[in-house]
């Protein structure tokens, strides 16, 4: 229980936060973030604690540091800068700081001393000779007429404390490095002297100086470090700051009835690129099973020509052996589907990316068509029949004949996990540093925490998007575990006390410690009923929510641009359905964005907002303002500083103008109480003065969605 | 960070509640308390999961187990009874449940499935042989005229999943234990049966009892057990339900000016014993030191013939040669002041009180007087300052050069410890079984944890009361690393804003997980300003609110029942002080509690009241209630199952009389809205009717000070 080591150490370090359920998982934070910790720390008795704030990146060795300060009923805190991304350690050693108590009752006993009236003007020569310092004191003792012409009333507690002082001095000298032993011994002889002539002083015997030289090294020998070390992952910018935009290579082209391709998406970049995204998200790239392929909407029998969902992985049959492109290039996860185009288009669309400030992010799903080379070369992966068949997905009395799910407890798991981890490898040594990964939460979580753990220490910079739709702590446990972005329940959180109770909760701790959101008004999955419902006015409201509530967010497009909200036809008695009509998931549409009535002017103008605006950047000084209108949600994010504010209303209602008064918490914006200020709607260029908390807002839905207002203090 | 051995394994198991900082500490309870515990557990994909509770004495070997329960979002519940006091441990056994997996796809399977017309009859024959069992139904499978006679439509999803219910269930039967496997094997010959001869079934083809029995037998081979296993600490009752009293041995005999003996004492129990207390504390009975000794009223210097403090530990020339009981008989802690008896006379104490339902708790203070052996015997234990004189206790400017405390950072700590515990040891091996432990906040913390974790698993049942007057993270650790109760601010805490948060923040998780509060009116050290202003009325308002808020209090007497209250005199200039003029800590105070105008009747009835109501002897179910009087404080206690309510109302006025009206949330006191109710005063034996919610209340200082009422509803 006890460590004998660790019998004479009196300090309790407790109640350590940031920490994520004990230490089990590391907390999350971005390159360039100031860490700020917390403590309960405490001794035994009334001697004074010391406590320093123990920091390193996992590649280096030794501790960096820095001083813990102590608050109010025992928490300290303190605080680091995280200069560099992937893991980091911390810890706290706390110690009793003898030679601190020992400061603090000298002043006490020195304060209480008596001070005869003949010794005053003396007392006041010695106050003098500590400014100066000890050294300067000491010369002043041996000067003939120095303080020794007015002896002093000895107190014999002040005299032993001196020579305490002294003793501890000494052993500080001991430990310092450089020149500074020098100093100490020459702060310790002074205090000697002043026992040792039964002198007592009425000030404190040592400068400023000399005290922190003292405090420069402390006894550390009975220390206690904090246990366990506690793990932070550090992550570049773009996991916290992103915009998604996901689209359907095959559905590129520019003549119709044709297959897309990688150079169909890479002429679309410049489009793409100028609405600011910067993360270009591409459905499965792989080649695409024959076996039980879906026809269009999702039929269970597809037609000739029918293209098949990127989804169903793999086409053994696909790739010839003329023209495999590398010996793993089998039909499978490290294949390129034929008609997208080669590695080297591939490669190419990949730098053509980074060319427009964009990133790739490929879809990594983990389950085979029954045409993948996995099924024949390792069954095993598989749960196998008792009829010798391989299991098929199934949620009976559904069946999904065409996807093979793998088997995390496959007695052949080692090799299955290195194949699967392989895959992640393959693509990033391609230039890919950006996976959106399908159902994760079906797939066995140990597994992520390995893959993922060793692909961030490997190939930091990494980032993996979790696409699980699942339960709240399946999807916390996901985020624990390695992703660095999840996919949320924005889509159906559409009132204005879900959208608030449930952005609280994401952006404060412990969740936001570990999970951090992105937001997508739609997918191809998912056409949500209020943009079936309410048209053009209900996609910029989304939109404008997804933008500014979270600082990553994303669209499936050109769906999103063109408002595209029909929804497959529902089978009768069933529940509405939130497909949509024709998906792109069975079929190639093609379509142009730069179309009139597009979104595209609210989308350009909403991501040059975030990239201009960093309170739009992180999500943790988001804060909900009341309004007198459920209709109406406001909030405002800013800069530490509040040298940026961003303060949004929206209007809820896609059908009706609405109006109301806002009660603004004046100090989010780093306002004063009553004070005036300008806001500035970047939407429109237009410009108010607003009074103190209560102003007024009018939204309707087409001409004015929304205000994104920059506040600014008056002058 | 993943063994390698739990690579299959799937579930996962967090947030294990209860638990103390991550495992740190044992979470503390009762012999006989149902432990609850939940966790959130879940795995991958659609499978379903199972969890046991694993839960063992920590002299038990093997884990008993009982299973959880699945409630929403994850969460799962179980709970297990402590049937033996000591250290248990705790654990949660999760595992991926295929056999209720495929019982629950079967049923969605045999749902789904068309029931042609003509197959109806056998239908319904086959469902009255699957209710009989699967024995009965194999057989009609074979009788001439048995199911054959209509062969079913085959659907080959049913028929491979009767297969592969067959393969889980012979497995099962693998696993069994007794006659179980012949029973599962036959189950599984008719899954095969069935398949074998292409017969579908619509209802279930297993009865209840083979399910059951198929389901007693899991496959825990990918089982994950929690990590770490936490632990429990089981206490007697005495440490949740106790009333304690305290007195000055000194003070009790019965000729004036005599020194007062374990015999005087012995003579006061039958009426400290009729007051209705369960343990008799007694200040330190050691020897007392001279140098430096107290005078009456804490006067530094002591007239001859002044008795000193008895927390002034030591005095090695007081034990004689000839007078040494035992080899460590040497005037220290294990020592007895010669003037309160021999150690024959101490045992006999120790035994009466046993006679009178009472125990003996001793006063463990680790500090020396400067007459202290160990002073001579072992200076390494203490400071050593500079002049070579051994550190007093100071707060500097103030010295309190009578008390030398120990130095936890000595070289010699490892001898220090263990004569320290062997202190506990040697009143333990004496009949001891409860222990206050003076300023516990300023002796080492590692000290403590090792100590009395030590002390617990030796001596079960050995209780320790902390007394520390400090911070709350202090007070709670002491708790939390093994004290079995703790003084509180109850004290200070006098308006009903303060006594409501206070006690709630005392009464729910995480404090009422290891915290055990003892509330206090008095002490020998604090006379509070209430009843120093208050008289008579204050002490019976205190003592009212001390006795029902917590099953732990304690007063000292006879000052209490004799509401003493004449506090010291302040220096001028300094605050008020909360000493009590002529303390019995400096001098011998004899009086009698049985004198008119006593409290010695009401202290009687409480703890009457207390010990006839189980309600009043534990914390958890209390529950404020609202009053429209601030003066009033309204409160309930309920067993479980609500068949012993206490509901008291208090006047905080010690002057006034209040009325008001309560608002009674009748739910916590097992009454449905809107319902009347008899409440009966167990005070003073008044009774009344209650309807509803709000009710109305008069009480006056001095004649009816609170109302006690056992709350029964109308017949």
Not at 222 to 239: E, G, H, I, T
Not at 355 to 367: K, W
Not at 386 to 408: C, H, M, R, T, V
Not at 465 to 482: D, I, N, Q, S
Request: with cysteine; charged share 20%; aromatic share 12%.
């Amino acid at each position: 229980m006890i460590k004998p080591s660790q019998g004479r150490s009196r300090v309790v370090i407790e109640h350590i936060s940031p920490q994520i359920d004990g230490g089990r998982h590391p907390v999350c934070r971005i390159l360039g973030d100031q860490v700020a910790v917390t403590a309960v720390i405490f001794a035994d008795g009334h001697d004074h604690v010391a406590a320093r704030l123990l920091y390193r990146h996992d590649a280096e060795s030794d501790w960096r540091f820095t001083p813990m300060t102590q608050g109010a009923n025992d928490l300290w805190s303190g605080s680091f800068t995280v200069d560099r991304i992937g893991q980091w350690h911390y810890a706290i050693l706390g110690w009793v700081d003898h030679f601190d108590t020992w400061v603090s009752d000298l002043r006490k006993r020195l304060a209480a001393q008596p001070i005869p009236v003949e010794s005053q003007s003396i007392a006041s020569r010695a106050r003098e000779a500590t400014i100066a310092s000890a050294h300067i004191a000491t010369e002043m003792f041996d000067s003939p007429g120095g303080l020794e012409a007015g002896p002093q009333p000895v107190s014999e507690d002040v005299q032993i404390a001196f020579r305490t002082g002294a003793v501890l001095i000494e052993q500080a000298a001991s430990r310092a490095e450089g020149g500074d032993d020098k100093s100490l011994l020459e702060s310790a002889r002074f205090l000697t002297t002043l026992a040792d002539r039964n002198l007592s002083f009425y000030d404190f015997p040592l400068d400023p100086e000399a005290l922190t030289l003292a405090e420069k090294y402390p006894d550390l020998s009975l220390a206690r470090q904090s246990d366990p070390v506690l793990s932070l992952w550090v992550d570049r910018q773009r996991a916290q700051f992103s915009a998604w935009y996901e689209l359907f290579p095959r559905s590129t082209s520019t003549v119709l009835g044709k297959h897309g391709t990688f150079a169909d998406v890479e002429a679309q970049l410049p489009e793409i690129a100028a609405m600011g995204f910067d993360i270009l998200y591409l459905p499965p790239i792989h080649p695409i099973g024959r076996a039980f392929r879906k026809g269009k909407n999702n039929s269970v029998t597809s037609e000739p020509g029918d293209v098949g969902s990127p989804w169903a992985i793999g086409d053994a049959a696909g790739i010839s052996a003329k023209t495999k492109a590398h010996p793993e290039d089998n039909g499978g996860h490290k294949s390129i589907h034929p008609e997208l185009g080669t590695f080297a288009d591939f490669d190419h669309l990949v730098k053509a990316c980074q060319a427009h400030n964009m990133e790739v992010a490929l879809d990594i799903a983990f389950q085979c068509s029954p045409d993948h080379p996995w099924v024949t070369e390792h069954p095993s992966w598989f749960v196998i029949r008792p009829d010798g068949s391989i299991q098929y997905a199934e949620n009976p009395p559904k069946k999904y004949q065409d996807i093979y799910p793998l088997n995390f407890e496959s007695p052949d798991w080692q090799s299955l996990w290195d194949e699967l981890y392989s895959v992640f490898e393959f693509w990033i040594q391609r230039g890919v540093k950006v996976f959106r990964v399908d159902n994760p939460h079906t797939k066995a979580f140990t597994f992520w925490e390995w893959c993922l753990g060793t692909l961030r220490v490997k190939y930091p910079g990494t980032l993996f998007l979790a696409e699980a739709f699942t339960r709240p702590h399946v999807m916390h446990w996901l985020a624990k575990t390695g992703y660095s972005q999840s996919y949320t329940y924005f889509t159906w959180r559409t009132s204005k006390w879900e959208l608030t109770s449930y952005m609280e909760e994401l952006t404060t701790p412990p969740i936001s410690d570990f999970f951090r959101p992105n937001f997508w008004p739609n997918t191809p999955d998912i056409l949500h009923k209020v943009l079936q419902d309410g048209g053009r006015p209900a996609f910029e409201l989304r939109l404008i929510l997804a933008a500014t509530l979270t600082a990553n967010y994303g669209i499936y497009g050109p769906a999103y641009e063109l408002c595209e909200n029909a929804p497959a036809r529902p089978a009768p008695g069933r529940t509405e359905s939130e497909e949509y009509l024709d998906s792109e998931k069975y079929e190639i549409r093609q379509r142009s964005r730069i179309t009139s009535g597009s979104l595209v002017p609210l989308i350009t103008q909403l991501n040059k907002i975030r990239n201009a605006n960093p309170a739009l950047q992180s999500n943790g000084s988001l804060r909900f303002h009341a309004t007198d209108n459920p209709q109406l949600i406001c909030y405002s994010k800013a800069t530490p500083d509040k040298k940026n504010a961003i303060l949004v209303v929206v209007n809820l209602d896609p059908v009706y103008g609405q109006t109301g008064w806002t009660d603004i918490d004046l100090n989010a914006l780093g306002l004063a109480p009553g004070q005036s200020f300008v806001v500035d709607d970047l939407l429109n260029n237009a410009h108010y003065t607003w009074h103190d908390r209560r102003n007024y807002v009018a939204l309707r839905p087409g001409t004015q969605p929304a205000h994104v207002f920059r506040v600014a203090p008056l002058p």
